[in-house]
């Protein structure tokens, strides 16, 4: 398997921009010791220190078994996914001093884990073996742990505080500018109520920022704009009609990759895939213990070397569309979604896919089949057993009734899931800080009394 290399800081990382941070570490695990992992996971009561650790958002761990397919065996692995803020060297440096002993205890028994298991190796051994996702959704945008809870407290005070005035009749004139004065003296005399906004991003991260979305486009447009460039500088054509040379042959190729596409749809077997029995009811005993939820996912890429490479430049689209579109609390109009991971594995044959989200499974699968069909089909049809689709984009008949059970059957155990704050929802997350930035912004009447609203 080849691997991918950690997130780490530097001074033109994404992580200057693009917070919290993401790492999933995958290793290799004896087939004789994968039941005492998942077993050590799955007993595991205690935290795994990660409540020592204030950054952390999400943490999950979980065992993938072995198997085989028509390109040969893959190993079984022990994977463990975090969100966190900061950078990934810092969080398992961190990770390793307030919980050696219970990694050492789980995770001993994978490959090439140190035999002299110091703090210092296990955290070289965990780095070692990270890797970033091809895709990674943040649904609360740049909100560090400690934002977050700062954010909650004072929606709470501040709620606390409007019902009370409210009762004593402190305000029977209604003059939102008054109460407005009220409010932001209030939380003058409650130090441990936040007393400023965010600090926002810095300028150099907002023009790191840019140029990655410049590179983006220009990965896209190289191949036409090398063939248009070939075009122009033999045929002498007028400096104007290079662009539309380059528009040219981004149209031919789009249309040729679309042809292959559709002919891929039109002479693949349509698998229809089902969970086995008992798969349903004993996912279902992981879900639904809170306002959040979890979900793995392992799937087989459909057996083409065209699928693995679509499936990836599919996946690099819709990174690119997450870090510079989709990055205002939103997936394609989802708004339920904390963090979404998707991993290629055993050489693009297989991908995992791991989200953490509000609210129960069958109404977050829904809304991507609907409302969210632009960021899931384009993916999901590239996956074995997965309905069909036309040009990636639109579902055919019986979709719907055929999803849900496909993406059922695929669903993995996770045996270890921790969430730092599993009693806010996304959409409370982000008008909490929309609250903290409205709070330090002299503002007229309309937008005090909208931003009253939110409280």
């Not at 392992?298 to 690119?320: H, Q, Y």
């Not at 995992?352 to 609210?359: E, L, R, W």
Request: hydrophobic share 45%.
């Amino acid at each position: 398997m080849r691997k991918g290399e950690p997130r780490t800081g530097g001074l033109f990382s994404d992580s200057q921009w693009r917070q919290p941070e993401t790492t999933t570490v995958i290793a290799d695990l004896p087939d004789n010791a994968a039941d005492g992992v998942r077993n050590l996971l799955a007993g595991a009561t205690d935290s795994l220190g990660l409540d020592q650790l204030p950054g952390v958002h999400f943490f999950r761990a979980f065992v993938i078994a072995s198997g085989i397919d028509a390109a040969g065996p893959y190993p079984t692995r022990a994977v463990i996914s975090a969100v966190f803020d900061g950078e990934t060297d810092a969080f398992f440096s961190q990770w390793c001093a307030v919980a050696h002993d219970r990694i050492v205890e789980i995770f001993h028994p994978c490959l090439g884990f140190p035999a002299t298991a110091t703090s210092e190796n296990v955290c070289q051994w965990l780095q070692a073996r990270a890797e970033r996702p091809k895709t990674y959704h943040i649904g609360p945008v740049r909100s560090r742990t400690s934002e977050v809870r700062e954010e909650d407290r004072l929606r709470t005070a501040l709620g606390a505080f409007i019902d009370e005035q409210n009762k004593a009749g402190a305000w029977p004139h209604g003059d939102v500018l008054r109460i407005w004065d009220d409010i932001r003296a209030f939380v003058r005399s409650r130090a441990d109520l936040p007393q400023a906004p965010r600090v926002p991003n810095h300028w150099f991260a907002r023009v790191l920022q840019t140029l990655d979305l410049v590179k983006r486009i220009g990965l896209l447009l190289l191949v036409p704009a090398l063939l248009a460039w070939l075009w122009w500088s033999h045929a002498h054509h007028a400096i104007w009609s290079y662009p539309l040379a380059v528009l040219g042959f981004l149209a031919v190729m789009f249309s040729a990759w679309a042809i292959v596409v559709r002919v891929h749809e039109l002479t693949e077997p349509d698998l229809v895939v089902k969970p086995a029995p008992g798969q349903v009811a004993a996912a279902v005993v992981d879900e639904d213990k809170g306002f959040q939820n979890q979900f793995t996912m392992l799937t087989p890429v459909r057996d083409s070397w065209f699928r693995r490479m679509n499936l990836r430049f599919v996946l690099w689209l819709a990174d690119g569309l997450s870090r510079h579109f989709w990055n205002g609390g939103q997936l394609a109009g989802i708004e339920t979604i904390h963090f979404a991971r998707f991993h290629q594995i055993d050489g693009g044959r297989r991908m995992f896919f791991m989200s953490d989200f509000d609210g129960s499974w069958e109404r977050y699968l829904f809304d991507f089949v609907e409302i969210g069909s632009l960021a899931v089909v384009p993916i999901w049809t590239n996956l074995r057993g997965c309905p069909q689709t036309r040009f990636l984009r639109w579902t055919t008949p019986g979709f719907e009734q055929r999803f849900l059970p496909f993406t059922r059957a695929y669903q993995i155990r996770t045996h270890f899931w921790y969430s730092a704050m599993s009693t806010l929802t996304v959409s409370e997350i982000n008008r909490n800080a929309d609250i903290r930035a409205g709070l330090f912004q002299r503002k007229g009447r309309r937008a005090i009394e909208q931003w009253l609203q939110l409280i």
